[in-house]
Nanobody, 127 residues
Framework: QVQVVESGGDLVQPGGSLTLVCVVS????????VGWFRQAPGKEREGISC????????HYRNSVKGRFTISRDNGNNTTFLQMNSLKPDDTAVYYC????????????????????WGQGSQVTVSS
């Protein structure tokens, strides 16, 4: 049984930092790409960052480039999203997802490509 679990969401002040953690269990190491998505109230879910199976490929949504960094520890089936210089517009529920079908060097920011999803972690940026 595959499980995807996010953690690390919190209330943080504008300009602050937060690291989200995603742990995938039930899948073999290096067999899936990982994507981070978010959904703010009243808005559609959007892909913000992803990392390929081999960690060679990463992508970022323009609005988070230079502020967010994705990384993964394949030895522990764990992926991290380091978020710096947070803004109120970053407030959302953040989701982690696993994509089994991506090429080893590639990842995608389209949610339709992902096979397994976590339950979400709330990030609130407010003073």
């Amino acid at each position: 049984q595959v499980q995807v679990v996010e953690s690390g969401g919190d209330l943080v002040q504008p300009g602050g930092s937060l690291t989200l953690v995603c742990v995938v269990s039930g899948l073999s190491l290096n067999t899936y790409a990982v994507g981070w998505f978010r959904q703010a109230p009243g808005k559609e879910r959007e892909g913000i960052s992803c990392i390929s199976k081999t960690t060679d490929g990463t992508h970022y949504r323009n609005s988070v480039k230079g502020r967010f960094t994705i990384s993964r520890d394949n030895g522990n089936n764990t992926t991290f999203l380091q978020m710096n210089s947070l803004k109120p517009d970053d407030t959302a529920v953040y989701y982690c997802a696993a994509d089994l079908r991506a090429e080893s060097w590639y990842c995608d920011l389209r949610d339709m490509e992902y096979d397994f999803w976590g339950q979400g972690s709330q990030v609130t940026v407010s003073s």
